[in-house]
């Protein structure tokens, strides 16, 4: 059996991602494959936490366009991060993956509500954590979600999978010519504003020394070779 890197990890994945080619709504051709991965992951041992976003279904005050409260469209984001954690939970258990689902705004019917001793728990005996709500509050992203949620559960790194492979100077889809790094500093991101995560989750990531690994998920066995360790997208760390 191979021997994995990091025992215990959190996985960001945009909802955005998750659209695929359709761009909105839930892609079944991509979740299947981020969740058979998922489960060679869990098979080798490690524990995995996972946070997703809901760009596919609504992205908060953007969607909002301010036309609508802040708070009021943050919530609505939080309301389809909870679909497709369902969707994502519904998936795995198909592969045989042990799952919960927790959730920062309590909807008992179908969810745990967010409990960190228990989510801890879980881990430790194997099952995948899906965290949906974000933190449960408006004003912050599920990049921070991923961060916070990361720093809770000790997890040894955050893999952020996104649909770009790494992290770039500018924008790879403007400029032809833009550079991607193999490693940054957390302070290089906050200083340039690089699109990694927000400055409040790349803040809260340097506060608790947690890497931050930015890869594409186009290919999801990338997932895989993270938490080998193996070399792939951008590193972001201390330096």
Known sequence: MDTPKYKRVLIKISGEALAGDKKFGLNFDV?????????????????????????????GVKDGGGKMERTRADYMGMLATTINSLALQDALEQRGVDVRVQTAIEMRQIAEPYIRNKATRHLEKGRVVIFGCGIGSPYFST????????????????LLAKNIDGVYDSDPAINPEAKKYDALSYMDVLKERLAVMDTTATSLSMDNSIPVLVFALKDPENIYHAVMGEKIGTLVEMQ
């Open 31 to 59: 979740i299947g494959p981020v969740c058979d991965v998922i489960k060679k992951c869990v098979d080798i041992g490690t524990q995995v936490g996972v946070v997703v976003g809901g760009g596919n279904f609504w992205r």
């Open 143 to 158: 990049d921070t979600a991923a961060a916070l949620r990361a720093a809770e559960i000790n997890a040894d790194i955050i």
